[in-house]
């Protein structure tokens, strides 16, 4: 356990931050979640802490790191317990990291994107980034047919990554009820102790 309070750079609408927010959460680690919307970002002493200008951002100590994928790992990594959130088995291990691309792939570019795009605008195509959540929905679903969590027996880094965006899918007027495994994973996840849900926006879901 950490003797002083983890830093938590991010904004309650950022999937990408609330990743590291719940996991910390659910560590059990006391945790401090400083504004940074975008003007803040833009700023030297943001800037000194992410070049990038991106959040979020974690300070632990004199430990600073961006990329939420890559925070999750550390925090599994210092204060995780051991191996179960990330496994040191080569093949389980491998297949945490292939979830943590997902995240940063599929899940960026479908339903992250879908709900950006409809919440705030901006460029690209809407319906583009349905159709990759709804293909990465479906193979959600087959992947998890007789499975509790995406990797192992238990929770993992790789769900507490995939969780967030997919809860949201909605919002990216992508609906969940074709997916009942989905569904079924995303109520285990909202069960462990110490999960935190995150902010949403008051725009109505639609199929």
């Given at each position: 356990m950490t003797s002083s309070r983890?830093?938590?750079?991010?904004?309650?609408?950022?999937?990408?931050?609330?990743?590291?927010v719940n996991f910390a959460s659910i560590l059990g680690l006391p945790y401090d979640v400083v504004p940074a919307p975008a003007a803040v970002r833009a700023t030297p002493a943001f800037l000194a802490l992410n070049p990038l200008g991106q959040i979020p951002v974690?300070?632990?100590g004199d430990v600073v790191l961006s990329d939420s994928n890559a925070i999750l790992v550390y925090l599994a990594r210092r204060y995780g317990g051991g191996a179960p959130w990330l496994p040191d088995e080569p093949v389980a291990q491998a297949q945490v990291q292939r979830w943590l691309s997902i995240g940063a792939g599929e899940m960026r570019f479908g339903p992250?994107?879908?709900?950006?795009?409809?919440?705030?605008?901006?460029?690209?195509?809407?319906a583009e980034a349905q159709a990759i959540a709804r293909r990465?929905?479906?193979?959600?679903?087959?992947?998890?047919?007789g499975r509790s969590y995406l990797v192992a027996d238990h929770p993992t880094i790789a769900d507490i990554s995939a969780y967030t965006y997919v809860a949201l899918a909605p919002e990216g007027r992508i609906s969940l009820e074709p997916y009942p495994l989905v569904r079924a994973w995303l109520a285990r996840i909202q069960a462990l102790p110490g999960f935190v849900a995150m902010q949403t926006s008051a725009l109505p879901a639609e199929a």
């Open positions: 983890i830093v938590i750079h991010g904004i309650p609408l950022s999937g990408h931050a609330h990743r590291v974690l300070q632990d992250a994107a879908a709900r950006a795009l409809t919440l705030w605008g901006g460029t690209g195509s809407l990465l929905l479906a193979f959600m679903e087959h992947h998890l047919a």
